[in-house]
């Protein structure tokens, strides 16, 4: 299918109004419990919700690879059957999943007292939704290799829906966390089975190099970790060091903040199988990489001028009026959010193409997060201008690798 075909386009957009509708039914979901639930036991939903996020960073490693192989495969003449790679990664999304879920419950089972945790229950639930949701993203990974916007867009509402409705049975009926985890269960259950049926192929007894595509997951894998230290460690750091009450500001805060990120992510996954099949065509790519930059970037602009100019309003009518203490710094966290949003875009851009540099300096600011909030968590004022400014130096260096990695080769 030729990139500029009508059908492509359509599709492209009907994924990226698909995905406005998701962000903003999930972000309902969670604004609902904030008000519902109150600080404290909003804490711990929005430990979970980290947790996920956590959790969606590894699940995205294998969407990756999953949908750099299918495009790999789909740009060949004749095209080669991504059956193979389909059961191969989905073995191992099986084993990890598995790994993940017995890891977590562990961890937190052994920490209950350092988070402050109520119950160890919901994160039992959500711990057996692991291997759904690994499987879930194998699918989606073959269906973004395919250019198959319209049906993954489809995967994406029936996680959404499933979720929104059962949570807000299940809260109805005063399960509160408990059915919050439940309904994630539920949602991830059904969403796998939505995208295993778009994906069906007829067997294929070709192989795969199995060690170049663990290759690539390894290196994906590695620049995931970093999106996760750098997304989810205030969240946890402060989960540790404030009281709950507080722990449920500062993740009402964030939420409303990471409406940047999610709200720029559709350009990142429309970006990756497009410029890995025009690289495989001899095509030039860097159109497509400014003109994402350029649109994340407004989009990112605009979210936070909102967020300066009427933040009682917008947490207010988010939240309500127990959230308001923590609005003034809502600008502030929507910069950082932003400067990590653009350099998103540079590091997927250059992975896509085989160019790992960036990916190790994300993993390098990730882990200075940690140490900076470590040292400096007085307020949250301070804990969010850490991130600014690790956001600001890591964007810099993202913009001196565009222009010079030719020279650096690497």
Same mark, same amino acid.
């Given at each position: 299918? +030729?990139?500029?075909?009508?059908?492509?386009?359509?599709?492209?957009?009907?994924?990226?109004?698909?995905?406005?509708?998701?962000?903003?039914?999930?972000?309902?979901?969670?604004?609902? #419990?904030?008000? &519902? #639930? @109150?600080?404290?036991?909003?804490?711990? =939903?929005?430990?979970?919700?980290?947790?996920?996020?956590?959790?969606?960073?590894?699940?995205?490693?294998?969407?990756?690879?999953?949908?750099?192989?299918?495009?790999?495969?789909?740009?060949?003449?004749? +095209?080669?059957?991504?059956?193979?790679?389909?059961?191969?990664?989905?073995?191992?999304? *099986?084993?990890?999943?598995?790994?993940? +879920?017995?890891?977590?419950?562990?961890?937190?089972?052994?920490?209950?007292?350092?988070?402050?945790?109520?119950?160890?229950?919901?994160?039992?639930?959500?711990?057996?939704?692991?291997?759904?949701?690994?499987?879930?993203?194998?699918?989606? @990974?073959?269906?973004?290799?395919?250019?198959?916007?319209?049906? $993954?867009?489809?995967?994406?509402?029936?996680?959404?829906?499933?979720?929104?409705?059962?949570?807000?049975?299940? *809260?109805?009926?005063?399960?509160?966390?408990?059915? =919050?985890?439940?309904?994630?269960?539920?949602?991830?259950?059904?969403? &796998?089975?939505?995208?295993?049926?778009?994906?069906?192929?007829?067997?294929?007894?070709?192989?795969?190099?199995?060690?170049?595509?663990?290759?690539?997951?390894?290196?994906? $894998?590695?620049?995931?970790?970093?999106?996760?230290?750098?997304?989810?460690?205030?969240?946890?750091?402060?989960?540790?060091?404030?009281?709950?009450?507080?722990?449920?500001?500062?993740?009402?805060?964030?939420?409303?903040?990471?409406?940047?990120?999610?709200?720029? &992510?559709?350009? =990142?996954?429309?970006?990756?199988?497009?410029?890995?099949? $025009?690289?495989?065509?001899?095509?030039?790519?860097?159109?497509?990489?400014?003109?994402?930059?350029?649109?994340?970037?407004?989009?990112?602009?605009?979210?936070?001028?909102?967020?300066?100019?009427?933040?009682?309003?917008?947490?207010?009518?988010?939240?309500?009026?127990?959230?308001?203490?923590?609005?003034?710094?809502? &600008?502030?966290?929507?910069?950082?959010?932003? #400067?990590?949003?653009?350099?998103?875009?540079?590091?997927?851009?250059?992975?896509?193409?085989?160019?790992?540099?960036?990916?190790?300096?994300?993993?390098?600011?990730?882990?200075?997060?940690?140490?900076?909030?470590?040292?400096?968590?007085?307020?949250?004022?301070?804990?969010?201008? =850490?991130?600014?400014?690790?956001?600001?130096?890591?964007?810099?260096?993202?913009?001196?690798?565009?222009?010079?990695?030719?020279?650096?080769?690497?």
């Amino acid at each position: 299918m +030729a990139l500029n075909s009508k059908s492509l386009a359509t599709d492209a957009g009907f994924l990226f109004a698909s995905t406005l509708i998701v962000n903003a039914g999930n972000y309902a979901i969670n604004l609902l #419990l904030g008000r &519902w #639930l @109150g600080p404290a036991d909003f804490s711990e =939903v929005s430990l979970i919700v980290t947790l996920l996020l956590i959790i969606s960073f590894f699940a995205l490693a294998f969407q990756l690879t999953a949908a750099k192989f299918t495009a790999t495969y789909e740009s060949l003449t004749p +095209a080669k059957s991504s059956y193979p790679l389909l059961s191969f990664l989905n073995q191992k999304a *099986v084993r990890g999943g598995l790994g993940l +879920a017995i890891g977590f419950i562990a961890v937190l089972s052994l920490s209950q007292n350092y988070f402050h945790l109520a119950s160890i229950v919901p994160y039992i639930i959500f711990g057996v939704s692991m291997p759904f949701y690994l499987l879930m993203s194998v699918n989606r @990974g073959v269906l973004q290799g395919k250019l198959s916007y319209k049906s $993954l867009a489809l995967t994406y509402q029936s996680e959404m829906w499933v979720r929104l409705a059962f949570t807000l049975l299940l *809260v109805y009926l005063g399960l509160r966390v408990n059915g =919050v985890a439940v309904a994630l269960l539920l949602s991830l259950i059904a969403t &796998w089975y939505v995208s295993k049926h778009f994906t069906k192929m007829t067997p294929d007894t070709e192989t795969i190099d199995e060690k170049t595509v663990m290759a690539f997951f390894k290196v994906v $894998l590695v620049y995931e970790c970093s999106q996760i230290l750098i997304n989810n460690s205030d969240i946890v750091l402060v989960k540790h060091f404030f009281e709950p009450t507080d722990a449920g500001l500062y993740a009402a805060l964030a939420l409303v903040g990471r409406i940047v990120y999610f709200g720029t &992510w559709t350009i =990142v996954t429309l970006l990756f199988p497009m410029v890995i099949k $025009l690289e495989k065509e001899g095509k030039n790519t860097l159109p497509l990489f400014f003109g994402g930059l350029g649109i994340v970037m407004a989009i990112a602009a605009i979210i936070t001028a909102v967020c300066y100019f009427f933040p009682d309003l917008v947490m207010n009518t988010l939240f309500g009026a127990q959230y308001l203490s923590v609005a003034p710094l809502l &600008w502030k966290y929507a910069v950082a959010t932003s #400067l990590f949003a653009g350099s998103n875009v540079f590091v997927y851009y250059h992975m896509s193409l085989d160019r790992h540099l960036p990916i190790y300096l994300s993993i390098g600011f990730g882990i200075l997060q940690i140490i900076f909030l470590y040292i400096y968590h007085a307020s949250f004022e301070q804990v969010i201008m =850490v991130q600014i400014a690790l956001m600001a130096a890591l964007m810099t260096l993202m913009v001196l690798y565009q222009l010079f990695y030719k020279r650096l080769k690497i």
